[in-house]
């Protein structure tokens, strides 16, 4: 779901859309076998979204990141190429790094890990002083 003009402003103060992934997951208690849980579920199963999903929680795990640290992703998909924007604000909110990256929907695998390396190329250590 998008709300527009309700995200982080940029570095100009402009307000940008606000992404909010909605994760449904069945109960622990029902089985992948389970074929009728299954197929009364399958409507709500997105495949892009899972891609995107699967991309943005890549990224801040392999940057440790959680809800106190300022990492920010999201990924869309259009003709069949993942497209990740990811960023990291410095602690005082007054610096930040970006950067994009892109491939084909069939490597989304390996898409975070790229972001991941092309973020640490820059002087990410400078942002976060504690």
């Known amino acids: ?11 100009h103060g402009a307000k940008s859309d606000l992404f909010v992934v909605v994760k449904v997951q069945l109960p622990e208690t029902v089985s992948e076998n389970d074929e ?15 891609i995107c ?10 940057m440790m990141g959680g809800c106190s640290t300022p990492y920010a992703a999201l990924a869309e998909i259009t003709s069949d190429i993942v497209h990740l924007k990811a960023n990291i604000t410095g602690t005082d909110g007054k610096d ?16 975070a890990a790229n972001a991941v ?4 190329k ?3 250590h400078q942002l976060l002083k504690y």
């Open 96 to 111: 930040q790094i970006e950067i994009a990256v892109q491939d084909n929907i069939t490597n989304y695998a390996t898409l």
């Open 36 to 50: 009728e849980m299954m197929a009364a579920a399958a409507p709500l199963h997105h495949h892009h979204t899972a």
């Open 53 to 62: 999903t699967t991309v943005e929680r890549d990224f801040l795990r392999i």
């Open 1 to 11: 779901m998008r709300i527009r003009g309700h995200g982080m402003p940029d570095h």
């Open 122 to 124: 820059q002087d990410v």
């Open 117 to 120: 390396a092309a973020i640490k």
